[in-house]
């Protein structure tokens, strides 16, 4: 995590003292490994920043264009979303669901009522998701009448299993059908960002539903 920080962090600030280069444009685009270190999800402020100063410097250059087509249709996307999705509030009953787990067995949410459920919207390419969801686990692990359910927008078995395996997220219930924000899941839940938190009580009845990690932290202490 602190490697990945660090890098992301030297990237803005190369990016910044050399704004009037064009090789700005590649340095949206490095890798840790398999992992992109920004990204348009997570990173949109940093990419329109360059995109701003390649059109000042550079306009006609071909990577202006390119990054200018691929920020329209990430905030297409964005809109698109929004305009879909179903919005749900608490009190309201939480929409089941079945999804395949890391064994291919398909799993209900129906199977958990009568249960307090945290369900976690992640993946492994949104290092902010993969470390809220680490921090969850430290604060459920002790408590046995919460069930932690993990559904990835991963699009790649690999990734999503080997990220599985490296963060030790294998005791709890891993879903995922590869479709990412396609998933039929993440319209009926009004998914637009990662990491989102929903907490489901006994009754099967929505208590929150947050993008705000400190508010489901707050809500799981205070009935600990």
Known sequence: RALYESDKNYLIEFIKKNHKSAVIYMALYQYIGISPILMIDNDLEIFEYVLGELQKYHPKLEQTSLLESEISK????????????ISLKPGM?????ILP??????ISLSTYKGTKVVICFWSSWSKTSVNSVKKLMSTIANNSDISLILISLDTKAESWKSSIQNNELDSYVNL????????????????????????????????????????ILNSINNTN
Request: glycine share 4%; net charge negative.
């Open 101 to 106: 787990d890391i064994n291919s067995n398909n």
């Open 74 to 85: 990430h905030k297409l996307l964005i809109k698109q979303r929004t305009n879909d999705y």
């Open 93 to 97: 009953q939480a929409p089941d669901f």
């Open 176 to 215: 995922c059908d590869f479709k990412t924000w396609e998933s039929p899941v993440i319209k009926i839940y009004g998914i637009k960002m990662l990491p989102t938190f929903v907490i489901i009580n006994n009754s099967g009845e929505i208590e929150i539903i947050s993008e705000d990690f400190s508010e």
